[in-house]
């Protein structure tokens, strides 16, 4: 059903991929967008080891497309330095396939967004944190990606590296 990453030996194990999910801040949601044309967007986003979760508002284009199609791709880029004495770049990424739903239970909602908030928001309290999920419950929406397939890539001069 997936393609097979063709330079196997460039292939990232799962638990780097792993890593550069939990560690990353802005990932780039591929989806299927109006009249055919792909619709890919950066999103902050939070990997609780299992899915990808994101936040949004209750309306838009990203609702619109996944109520069209619940497929998606998302792609997170740990490294990505040009070297241009070597005409190449220095790079390492993940990419995952899966599938997206709208969380409407609002005890997942509040997780969800907990989670959120503590990776981007780590110097706030957990009161604080549940105090403005609670104000904004009724106009937030709750994204998940549920992974089908992870493949995560290196540049062959990691490989040299250690």
């Known amino acids: 059903m997936f393609r097979e990453m063709r330079r196997k030996r460039q292939a990232l194990c ?3 991929c792993e890593r550069i999910l939990r560690e990353g801040k802005t990932g780039v949601l591929a989806l299927g ?3 055919g044309y792909p619709y890919a967007l950066p999103i902050n986003y939070v990997f609780d080891g299992a899915d990808i979760y994101f936040h949004c ?3 838009g284009h990203k ?3 996944i109520a069209r ?3 998606a791709s998302f792609c ?4 990505d330095d040009v070297v241009p004495e070597k005409y190449t770049t220095f790079f390492k990424s993940v990419i995952v396939f899966g599938r997206m739903s709208v969380i409407n ?3 997942a909602m509040r997780r969800a967004a907990f989670i959120l908030a503590k990776k981007y928001c780590p110097d706030e309290t957990d009161a604080g944190i549940k ?3 609670e104000r904004e419950l009724s106009a937030l929406c709750v994204l998940k990606l549920s992974p089908e397939h992870t493949t995560g890539k290196q540049c062959v001069e990691f490989l040299k590296n250690g």
């Open 14 to 16: 799962k638990e780097e």
């Open 33 to 35: 967008g109006d009249d």
């Open 57 to 59: 508002a209750k309306a």
């Open 63 to 65: 609702l619109d497309s």
């Open 69 to 71: 199609c619940d497929k």
């Open 76 to 79: 997170v880029v740990d490294k």
């Open 105 to 107: 239970d609002e005890e």
């Open 131 to 133: 105090r403005e999920i």
